[in-house]
């Protein structure tokens, strides 16, 4: 199977992509085909040493990068010869068959959705990703849509159903729909229509409201919200987690007794902060799309592009996008 | 002064109430008045030796209660005589200066907004949340209006500001847009209307958007969002830090030396739990009502409702509400 890698976007691109997607590619039973500048990849991966004269990477030249500043629209318009643009051309055409990406989201989205296509029948796609809390919760939509119609809602809870029974094996996955209170006349006219639909539809384990105090300690697998608000809590909850584990950094360092103290316990902080890493659980994929898209966070380092690879090879072997397309509309893929 | 106080609302009302109310009674110069069930009030400050036969404690009976599934609209319907309603009606009247309240929310400001009236002018009273953030952040709407027009936001930056410099002391506080990104062009159509109104307005220090990963980091003394999404950040901000102050508990649980360093942290660590611990902030205020009213968190203890007073003490000293009502239309009060 061929992963489709684009090398030019994110953060700490491009040495950390190709870093990060040469380890898959010793790691996995796949193939590696970076999109990027020719000259810059072969440059960089001999100046640091990284193995990418293997048989089973390949490289494709583009000529342009989208920025994070780079309108969505860019990547079917003025930059449609950058490595995202020919990336998800490419997966359209079949010449791969998953795409991996840590650039700009609102571009990702809205090429993985004019040029990849959504699957038939689905209304929105979706950001689905992965909450490393109590019990791993998928929230979606966590930014691609910030408004969604009521049918959308359901359909996300049918397509996050589907991927946390695929791919962390739990046989009926709890849906929660993020709301202000437990009660299913709280919040706006809209979340009060998209109770009663989720409540009826019978492919769904719906638990009710899910408020924001309880959701880090596990009362859902899927929560279900917009795009919007999806994004202000995964932000939320990131800043939130940071700004505690820095105030509790403070406190060891006040004096040289806590300071001492704070050697006994550095393994557990770190692994409980290794748990918070987002690089752990590489990407996010573009549920509803036809084809896998997967969204690595912006900032990842190698480590969370293998992880990422390691996930579109579990996102393709696990069938999840037949699996909607059949809940959806009978067995077509595409628009 | 005299602050009306319901001693029945409140998940440990009304021993707490009453305990700290009393607590309040002893230490600042103004007149407490319970209102609540006489008889239960009377034996239960005797049974636990809490002195309410000072001569600025009084009591004025009432005979129901509004519980947390009540709807908001029985506080002028069938619990018409309820400890909440009853408060608001001696505050309207001019009984009382202000009062303050741990019961359901959604009761408090139709209430609020139904008795006592929204000061003239203002289209959406709010309901105003310190954060303890790096810098404490005042978040409105925390919960009252799960969709607002877009002046509404306007005019909650204005009373936000105008809260943040008389009970702060900050003489430009820096109001930020809750949004998913930091350009003007982000959000809903709503929000980048209400962006551009807002950096339009002379009497805002407005700083653009701010995102949810900052948001702890200090970026703003005023956040201004619709009361779904306030309500989310809220709950959210509070779960995430027990989930996390709770996995380093069980870091320092792990095993004996981890649980002797434990001991040399202790204090840190209970100053940081104390620092986001809602009590010391007391309550939130309803801004935008033409009289103060002071929602207390519902899991209020004597402390907390202590702090709520001392709030409610500064809310009226400060003259908030006339400065409110100078901006919205003249010096007129009440609709």
Redesign the interface.
Known sequence: MKILIDAMSGDNAPLEIIRGAAMAAAAYDCEIMFIGDEDTIVNLASENNIEINRSNIKLVHSSSVISM?DAPLSVVREKSDSSMAVGLKMLAAGEGDAFVSAGNTGALYAGATLIVRRIKGVKKAAIATVIP??RPVLLLDS?AN??LPAEAYVQLAQMGTIYMRSIFGIPSPEVGL?N?GA?RTK??KLLVEVYNMLEQDPTINFKGNV???????GVCDVLVTD???G???????????????S??K???Y?NL??K???L??KK??T??KN?YNSSQYGGAPLLGISRPVIKAHGSSDAEAIKNAVRQAIGYINTGIIYEIARLTVGDELGE
Chains 1, 2 share one sequence.
Not at 211 to 217: A, C, H, R
Not at 231 to 245: D, M
């Open positions: 500043e809390f109590a930014g910030v408004e993020l202000i009660e919040g706006t408020e924001g105090k309880e959701l880090p300690f795009g919007f608000t994004n202000i809590v995964l932000k939320l909850t990131e800043g939130v987690s940071s700004f505690l584990l105030k509790i403070e406190v060891f006040s007794i806590t001492a103290s704070a006994f316990v557990g902080m692994n409980l748990e």
